[in-house]
């Protein structure tokens, strides 16, 4: 295979997942954080969820430790010179990223792949802040990484078709299926999902049904896992509200656009589960 060594930026939500599943997966992983608080408690995340397993029998205490084994934390970018494949996990801002990229330009193999896990924003555009575009793609995982088996591989016109499928080849090696798509704004997944979502906010603040009878609707009638207003908390109302604006922006139809109940929500630090409120009451009568 041609990726060996994997780097990850960013030891948050999505990076550490990703680390983590490359490392189990036996690719020796470098996630960078950009202090060493914030990369403890990364790394401390993924020590948890690996222990969790151990405890629950579902996974033996050596693969564990040969997990753990396989990563490597660092606050420099320049640990980043022998890997094969690169994937940011920061937020989700331009700036941040085109700064991002071209350090990365300085510090990696002209051979390198470069991906981002960006859910929303444009791969292209991304590709134009590095100085090999035709390296870099999109690789979106989903949360938690270490449960969900999808990952969206975006291409762009300009993608070399050999990094799409050594990239391709690594994400299934790590356990996942893959679909590859085109670029544009949300992909598929996101495509597809966001408006649903927030069609369940729109019916809730029309007053058409309740919270939990617009939930179980969901639930029992499609067989989904569960409602769209409680996997709104669990995604965060915050992220899925700056998705929605990109897309709106994107394409300009109001399928996209965020409902006026959602706005208010954010901008009163009802973000869902990470915040303790949102649609349901995580922190006094958290959702079974």
């Avoid at 994107?250 to 965020?258: L, V």
Wanted: charged share 25%.
């Amino acid at each position: 295979m041609a990726i060996r060594k994997v780097g990850v930026v960013g030891c948050g939500l999505m990076g550490s997942g990703i680390a983590q599943v490359s490392a189990q997966a036996g690719f020796p992983t470098t996630v960078r954080e950009v202090s060493q608080p914030v990369l403890d408690k990364g790394l401390g995340a993924i020590r948890k969820f690996l222990q969790g397993g151990v405890d629950k029998g579902k996974l033996a205490a050596a693969d564990m430790e040969k997990t753990l084994a396989n990563l490597k934390g660092t606050t420099e970018l320049k640990d980043f010179v022998e890997c094969d494949l690169v994937i940011e996990a920061v937020s989700e801002d331009l700036t941040l990223k085109r700064e991002l990229f071209g350090a990365l330009d300085g510090v990696c193999r002209p051979d390198a792949i470069f991906a981002s896990n960006t859910s929303s924003l444009s791969i292209t555009e991304l590709s134009t802040f590095t100085r090999h575009p035709e390296r870099l793609i999109g690789l979106h995982f989903f949360n938690p990484v270490p449960l969900m088996k999808l990952v969206e591989v975006v291409k762009t016109l300009g993608s070399a078709p050999a990094v799409v499928q050594d990239a391709s080849e690594w994400c299934r090696a790590i356990g996942k299926t893959v679909v590859t798509v085109g670029d544009s704004t949300g992909f598929v997944v996101n495509r597809l999902l966001v408006p649903y979502m927030l069609d369940a906010i729109r019916v809730y603040e029309q007053g058409l049904a309740s919270r939990d009878d617009i939930d179980q609707a969901m639930k029992l009638g499609c067989g989904y896992p569960m409602g769209p207003l409680l996997l709104g908390d669990y995604v965060g109302l915050d992220t899925t509200y700056s998705i929605a604006r990109i897309m709106f922006d994107e394409f300009r139809e109001p399928r996209f656009a965020p409902p006026p109940l959602l706005k208010r929500m954010v901008l009163a630090g009802r973000h869902g589960r990470k915040t303790g409120r949102g649609f349901y009451d995580w922190s006094t009568n958290p959702p079974s």
